[in-house]
């Protein structure tokens, strides 16, 4: 079998399960940038171990591989009888980890907002939550699209270790694939490529962002 | 009363958990420096093509950044398994697994060097040069040297994410820690008990790494 | 668009300042301030640099918190209130009305990056005061024409030079109408072509009747502007007195050797 006839043959499962990581990854990505928002919040309390358990929150999703996250929220759960399907179990366990690192990128937009411009806003009388309002966060976000658009690629690609607990993903479809069609190197390829052209673009993307935001 | 027993149960399986685990940790170690080794020559020879003046080896390099960047590592290690066995050529899984993370890092560590160089102080450079030295020469006696500083922060976060991603080479069956641990899974079912350890590990682990990483940095910084 | 002075009497001070003390840690910066300033004076502080001028500044709008004393302006007490024998910071929205009243410009300037220069101008009396845009959009222009820059109200601050940026800064102020206007170096930060105009802004200001309270080295312009000169040095004032007193008549050896070492340069 050709490449071109292997695809053919396969496309439309590839394309299916593309969708699905498509899918995934966003809804990990809308996890991940509402709980990384109060978790940034969280981090900037005045109450010291709300930060504390803040930061611990952070450092146990970076600290530890997605694939012991997922394995624990796919398997370890059902130990205490909570039963997540492993696409739902993929979902929140790659939101969880990418909040940790999008509560940093929350954290690091509004730290760097220059000083000069908290005290300018408060010498036209401006209250703390009107500064950050109209002044401070219009600007953090400029400052935080770069980085989120990172932290969605590597979203994108994480999907993949979700096949690792059996997650109807490209992965998971190339492995069936193979198993089928007994080409596993030109399948893995396929896929590979199929992960390139989703990924490509938004890289891209990302690499303008940053270059406008640097001038 | 079930419960009793239960976690009595699990007590008595903890130091075998702990040996079990812990020679995975230590393969996870392993894996995760010889990874490291391979990325660092390769990134660094990838970082001074990107910074050449030879359209095509800039071309090249930037191609091979693209390909590795934008696939995911797991992907790239089946590709790479199935590609070697295509050529004939038997790897253990291991050696395959390093040659996949080295080649994946490679292309992480060069954006890391290649910004590093470009960070330090263009006046130097300049300076360099105007003294008469070649611009080979300068980049290796006053760029390089500072680069390396810059850098270090960068290598650092590379190797705890490293370190994080060999637990993919558990899919192709290489004994580290992800691994032993599905297996000690399906052989006892202490699920909970065994994955909280293994998350301490990798905690303690990444830890341990950050340390070394902060540690180099201030050493470096302190020399002058 | 002439300047109209605020509503008080023309005996008291607008702003008095007893026995201010101010430490960072435990460095002392501010070691016992006694200053008043009349409606409608213009106070110019001038000094060698850590004398503490631009701190005394940052009181007097609360940017920085006083380890000691007091600071009225408009007879209200800044920053603070006093609840039977004890002193209570004020709660932030009490805090901010204060600041509105007191115009601050800054030596980096510190204009909205996201905003258009109008947009900078309207900010505060849209969003702190209330008012109505249109009126607040025409406000903005006159004043925006007043500092000289007509047709630049779709700028952004970093398509500006220096000196623009920093008139954009005082019409910003302004607009807010308030009853004092503080100057914290103004033009240090200006390419020395981009001073002037910057300083005919201040000068044009000042004849309209504004109180100033301005730190700047700028001595040729702190002699023709001010009625009152501050000269301080170490957290202290050294000399205070009338421009000619200062700068032409000191009997003070500190002050003099300081204006020996700036004239110098």
Known sequence: MTYYELWQACREELLAAAWSTLQLALGALAIGLAVGLLVALLRMSRARHVRRLATAYVELFRGTPALVQLFILYFGLTAVGIEFSSFQAAMIGLGLNASAYLSEVYRAGIEAVPKGQYEAAQTIGMTRFKTMRWVVLPQAIRVVLAPIGNVAISLLKDTSVASLIATPDLMLRAQDLSSVYFMPLETYLIVGAMYFVLCFPLSLAVRMLERKTSR | ??????????????????????????????????????????????????????????????????????????????????????????????????????????????????????????????????????????LRIIVLPQAIKVALPGMANFAISLLKDTSLASAAAVPELAFKARMLVSETYQTNLIYLMVAVIYLILSLVLARMGHRAESRLRGGH | MSYTPPATPAEQPL???????????????????????????????????????????????????????????????????????????????????????????????????????????????????????????????????????????????????????????????????????????????????????????????????????????????????????????????????????????????????????????
């Not at chain 3, 004076?41 to 940017?63: A, D, E, F, M, W």
């Not at chain 3, 222009?141 to 030079?161: I, M, N, T």
């Open chain 3, 15 to 265: 702003v008095r300042i007893q026995a201010l003390h101010k430490s960072f840690g435990r460095i002392e910066v501010l070691k016992g301030i006694d200053l008043s300033v009349m409606p409608g004076q213009k106070v110019s502080l001038i000094g060698p640099s850590g004398s503490g001028k631009t701190t005394l500044l940052r009181c007097i709008n609360y940017l920085e918190e006083p380890t000691a004393g007091d600071i009225y302006v408009d007879n209200q007490l800044m920053g603070q209130r006093q609840v039977g024998a004890r002193r209570v910071p004020l709660r932030d929205a009490e805090l901010a009305r204060m600041r509105g009243s007191i115009g601050m410009v800054f030596q980096r300037f510190n204009l909205f990056a996201h905003l258009t220069v109008l947009q900078n101008i309207m900010l505060g009396p849209l969003k702190v005061q209330g008012r109505q845009a249109a009126e607040v959009a025409e406000q903005a222009r006159a004043l925006l024409a007043k500092v000289g820059l007509h047709g630049k109200e779709q700028a952004f601050p970093d398509q500006l030079s220096g000196g623009q940026q920093q008139r954009v800064a005082i019409a910003r102020a302004l607009a807010m109408k308030p009853k004092l206007m503080l100057f914290d170096e103004a033009t240090s930060a200006l390419d020395p072509e981009l001073v002037g105009e910057v300083l005919g802004v201040m000068h044009q200001l000042a004849e309209e009747g504004m109180t100033m309270i301005i730190v700047t080295h700028e001595m040729r312009f702190a002699e023709q502007v001010s009625d009152q000169v501050v000269f301080m040095a170490d957290g202290r004032i050294v000399e205070q007195g009338s421009p000619h007193q200062v700068f032409r008549d000191s009997q003070v050896e500190r002050t003099r050797a300081f204006l020996r070492a700036v004239q110098e340069r």
């Open chain 2, 1 to 138: 009363m079930v419960v009793i027993s239960e976690l009595e149960h699990a007590a008595q399986l903890f130091p075998y958990f702990l040996k079990v685990l812990g020679l995975g940790a230590l393969s996870t170690v392993g894996l995760t420096v010889a990874s490291f080794a391979v990325a660092l020559l390769l990134g660094f020879v990838l970082a001074l093509m990107r910074l050449s003046r030879r359209v095509w080896l800039r071309s090249l390099a930037s191609l091979y950044l693209e390909l590795f960047r934008n696939v995911p590592i797991l992907t790239q290690l089946f590709i790479l398994y199935f590609g070697l066995t295509h050529l004939g050529l038997t790897l253990p899984a291991t050696v395959a697994a390093i040659i996949g993370f080295g080649l994946n890092g490679a292309a992480i560590l060069c954006e890391v060097f290649r910004s590093a160089i470009n960070n330090v102080d263009r006046g130097q450079a300049e300076a360099a040069s105007a003294i008469g030295m070649t611009r080979r020469m300068a």
